[in-house]
Nanobody
């Protein structure tokens, strides 16, 4: 069982950048597919980006493609989400999650961080 802790959220002006980090608790990190999700109040948690075990394959939601970059450093047991050209609609709580397989639905991810708030002002 892995514990995940997000950091790096905050308040940023539209057009700005943030980098989120997700630190995993143990060295089984490389066995997990890592995903970043976001959720606004009253809405479903949605997949923003996903990266496979080695980092060689990535997936992005259409809404963030070209602006966000997911990466991982297995030696540091850490995943990242670099967010550039942020828009107000990117506002939400961002969650790091881990899965054993390539999935896009939140229900298929078994391990979650507690989330970090990202607020993008106009």
């Amino acid at each position: 069982q892995v514990q995940l802790v997000e950091s790096g959220g905050g308040l940023v002006q539209a057009g700005g950048s943030l980098r989120l980090s997700c630190a995993a608790s143990d060295d089984t990190f490389s066995t997990y597919v890592m995903g970043w999700f976001r959720q606004a109040p009253g809405k479903e948690r949605e997949l923003v980006a996903r990266i496979n075990w080695s980092g060689g394959s990535t997936y992005y939601a259409d809404s963030v493609k070209g602006r966000f970059t997911i990466s991982r450093d297995n030696a540091k047991n850490t995943a990242y989400l670099q967010m550039n050209s942020l828009k107000p609609e990117d506002t939400g709580v961002y969650f790091c999650a881990a899965s054993y397989a390539l999935r896009i639905h939140a229900r298929d991810y078994g391990y979650w961080g507690h989330g970090t708030q990202v607020t993008v002002s106009s």
